[in-house]
């Protein structure tokens, strides 16, 4: 199995431009999940959605973030504008029904400048 | 404030030695979720502790579920340059789907 695979890797972009991050969940999971990481406020959760139905979405900061799962196998996160105070690292992971375990994607490291 | 406070927030130790991380909440908790997180990857879920009092061990890392199931601690023994990385503890706050981390442990073991 390939696990959660996440584009691109690195993201390097100036403010006001809009940013697009990409995710592949474990096929055959239900549920998947958007979080974002910094230095200052730790792992946050932005967005999970189960069945490709975003269910919370109270962790997303701003209108500016927006997300969607068009299908099971395929999920986004964009920011529009960008602004340098979202530079970060987002992990997107995934989950099988009735398991405790999520599993994460290596991340996307964004840097708005 | 956090939910979940872990401490300490940084220790570097030398190969060899023992250590202790803890994660501590006011809250009762229904489980507890302990993950390791590598420079550059995702954290990867270790162990997960449910049963007040409980004890799991993996390999040379011991998990332990407070009697009240409000704190939760990681004993390594033996410490190896390879248990180096981000210790982060995790609770459900959200009916199985809506994980909250803890504060985080980043620990640094040296040759």
């Known amino acids: 199995d390939a696990g959660v695979i996440q584009s691109p890797r690195h993201e390097v972009t100036e403010m006001g431009q809009e940013v697009t991050l990409r995710c592949k969940p474990i096929?055959?999971?239900?549920?998947l999940f958007w979080y974002r990481q910094t230095m200052m406020r730790g792992l946050e959760l932005l967005i999970y959605?189960?069945?490709?139905?975003?269910?919370?979405d109270s962790g997303m900061p701003e209108d500016r973030f927006s997300a969607k799962m068009p299908n099971a196998s395929f999920s986004t996160l964009k920011i529009q504008p960008s602004e340098p105070r979202d530079s970060a690292v987002y992990f997107c992971a995934s989950r099988s029904w009735g398991s405790y375990e999520q599993y994460f994607g290596p991340g996307t490291r964004l840097t708005v400048t | 404030t956090q939910l979940l406070e872990q401490s300490p927030q940084f220790l570097s130790i030398q190969e060899g030695e023992n250590l202790t991380v803890y994660c501590n909440s006011s809250?009762?908790?229904?489980?507890l979720q302990w993950y390791r997180q590598e420079p550059g990857e995702g954290p990867v879920l270790l162990v997960t502790v449910v049963t007040g009092g409980e004890v799991k061990k993996l390999k040379r890392l011991t998990f332990q579920f407070g009697d009240a199931r409000k704190d939760s601690s990681l004993h390594i023994t033996a410490a190896q340059p390879g248990d180096t990385g981000l210790y982060l503890c995790?609770?459900?706050?959200?009916?199985?789907?809506?994980?909250?981390f803890g504060t985080g442990t980043q620990l640094k073991v040296e040759l």
């Open positions: 096929s055959g999971h239900n549920s």
């Open positions: 809250s009762v908790f229904s489980s």
């Open positions: 995790a609770t459900d706050t959200g009916g199985g789907n809506k994980l909250t």
């Open positions: 959605f189960n069945n490709n139905v975003p269910i919370d």
